[in-house]
């Protein structure tokens, strides 16, 4: 069995806000960037994006940025079409 891995998230007012304002919890992001279905790199921004499932089935996408190894700047995220 593989460990997922061990990140601090650095959650600030203006980008929780903005993960939320597009219905994704803090929670739902955190889990699917430890656990992720894939992760590509953004053709646009380069960020990071990590696909996965919310708790309701969504198919989510997580932008986020890598500060150090194991700290995660989270972006935005937003549900797509499957």
Do not use: Q
């Amino acid at each position: 069995m593989v460990a997922m891995p061990v990140y601090e998230f650095f959650w600030y007012e203006e980008n929780r806000e903005h993960v939320e304002e597009h219905g994704v919890s803090m929670d739902e992001f955190e889990t699917i960037v430890c656990d992720p279905l894939r992760v590509e790199k953004s053709r646009s921004s380069k960020r990071r994006v990590a696909f996965g499932y919310g708790d309701d089935g969504r198919k989510l996408v997580c932008v986020y940025e890598m500060i150090d190894k194991a700290t995660v700047l989270p972006v935005t995220a937003y549900e797509v079409e499957l």
